[in-house]
Every structure is written in C-alpha cells, then in structure tokens.
C-alpha cells in the first residue's frame, strides 16, 4: 500500500515562490510518473507537473517556465519548486503517483492548500 505525505503549502504573494514536498511509504514503482494536480474550488483537478524515474517531465501550460518538478528516487520523494506565483494558482495541491506523464495514478495525497493572495 502506498501513502503520501505532503508537506510546504501555504500562503504565498503573488511573484513569490513556494516548494511542495511529497513522500511516498511503500513501492510507487520505478517507472511509474509521480507529481502534481491540483484543483481550485468549482474546477476539475488539472495537471501541475509530473515526471518519470527517468527524467522525463511534462507542465501545464499556465506553469511552464515557473514551475520545476523533480524527484529524488532514493527518497520516494517529489518535489515541486513554485515560482512567481499568480493568485489563479490557489488551489489545493495534491500529489499523485503511479501513472504517466498524462494521466494520474491511483494514489494521491491528502492535499496541500496553496494560497496566493497580497
């Protein structure tokens, strides 16, 4: 069984930066994508960033060159460095393994809220 422990959200200014931690307990499975969604309130869960145990990564496109994604194999963990943040991106965070670079897994987090706001 795989659990995920989040960790690093918070309230955050629009233009500031904030890093989100996931660890795994349990095999997630080496070739399998770990990473991001997230979901504002009255929206559908969309993908942040995920990536493979190979490097492999794949953005949103109202993240692309803000947001890094990597993943420390050794740890279980995957991390997501925000950057110059929007206040559109408040939202909870979940992470999520065991998929692909397009379609989540079946594990997710708890959640993590993300708060961007003056």
């Known amino acids: 069984q795989v659990q995920l422990v989040e960790s690093g959200g918070g309230l955050v200014q629009p233009g500031g930066s904030l890093r989100l931690s996931c660890a795994a307990t349990g095999s997630i499975g080496r070739r399998s994508a770990t990473g991001w969604y997230r979901q504002a309130p009255g929206r559908q869960r969309d993908l942040v960033a995920v990536?493979?145990?190979?490097?492999?990564?794949n953005y949103g496109d109202s993240v692309k060159g803000r947001f890094t994604v990597s993943r420390d194999n050794a740890k279980n963990t995957v991390y997501l460095q925000m950057n110059s943040m929007k206040p559109e991106g408040t939202a909870v965070y979940y992470c999520?393994?065991?998929?692909?670079?397009?379609?989540?897994?079946?594990?997710w987090g708890q959640g993590t809220q993300v708060t961007v706001s003056a």
């Open positions: 999520n393994v065991g998929g692909t670079l397009t379609l989540p897994g079946n594990y």
């Open positions: 990536i493979t145990s190979g490097g492999f990564t």
